[in-house]
């Protein structure tokens, strides 16, 4: 009877010990994200799932699970790259989780002109590529607009454009990023509530979660998960362990 009692009491120790690690670890180190909506796409697709550095930009109460006011401010901050893809919490609605890039730095005025993006005044680099191949209700294919932007700093990434350059947010008013702010906006640059939409605003350095780095799982959302027969085609065994840039 002791070694049984002694046997149990050593196994929930052994559960203890390990559930503190997971939320150690995806507290400060890694947490994982699923992307529900194509905001981001061509860079994250819907049914993308991925892991979040939390020690790339320090800690922040929003580090923490359900968010509670146990961090001043930020600590062990490093200041993020423009061009990086982040998580963060929604200004207007810290209970939702965003995930956008990086366009606009502390002190940046950014302004968008005939679907061309500028970051102090000056026209950022555009060239059109292929068409980013999507299908319908129907299952047809066709393409949607697609360019490769350069960022001053040199970070190149894909967005699209899928009402050309005449969509609702493809002129804007200048935006001047306050000291402690950034300018986030979504690769699909016509299907993205970003900074430049009042609901969600310029976002504060303290709502920043962490920074996008690898996918660890793909699933295309054509595909039910219960047949396993589609398997072989629902898994995006291309985009699996790919870096996020």
């Keep these: 009877m002791q070694a049984s009692t002694a046997s149990k009491s050593g ?21 994982p994200f699923n992307i529900p909506s194509g905001s981001m796409i061509p860079t994250l697709l819907v049914g993308d799932y991925l892991f979040v550095s939390k020690m790339s930009y320090g800690y922040s109460r929003y580090s923490l699970p359900f ?3 146990l961090i001043p401010g930020r600590v062990l901050f490093r200041e993020p790259e423009r061009g ?28 968008v002109r005939g679907g061309i993006l500028h970051i102090n005044g000056t026209a950022v680099i555009r060239r059109q590529v292929d068409d980013f191949p999507v299908f319908d209700s129907f299952g047809r294919q066709h393409g949607i607009l697609q360019y490769s ?46 900074s430049r939409d009042p609901s969600v605003g310029m976002v504060p350095r303290q709502n920043l979660v962490g920074r996008a780095e690898i996918l660890f799982w793909a699933w295309d959302g054509r595909w039910s998960k ?20």
Excluded: C
């Design 67 to 69: 968010s509670p006011p």
């Design 149 to 194: 932007e350069t960022l001053p700093n040199g970070v190149e990434h894909r967005i699209l454009e899928a009402r050309g350059d005449v969509g609702g947010a493809d002129n804007t008013r200048v935006y001047e990023v306050p000291a402690d702010f950034y300018f986030m906006m979504g690769d699909n640059r016509d299907n993205s509530v970003d």
């Design 11 to 31: 196994g929930i120790r052994e559960l203890v010990r390990t559930v503190l690690i997971a939320i150690g670890i995806r507290t400060f180190a890694y947490e």
């Design 226 to 245: 219960w047949e396993v027969w589609n398997w072989p085609k629902a898994i995006r065994f291309g985009r699996l362990l790919q870096p996020i840039r």
């Design 84 to 111: 990086d893809v982040i998580v963060f919490k929604k200004p207007t609605d810290t209970n939702t989780d965003f995930i956008k890039r990086l366009i606009g730095l502390p002190g940046d005025k950014i302004q």
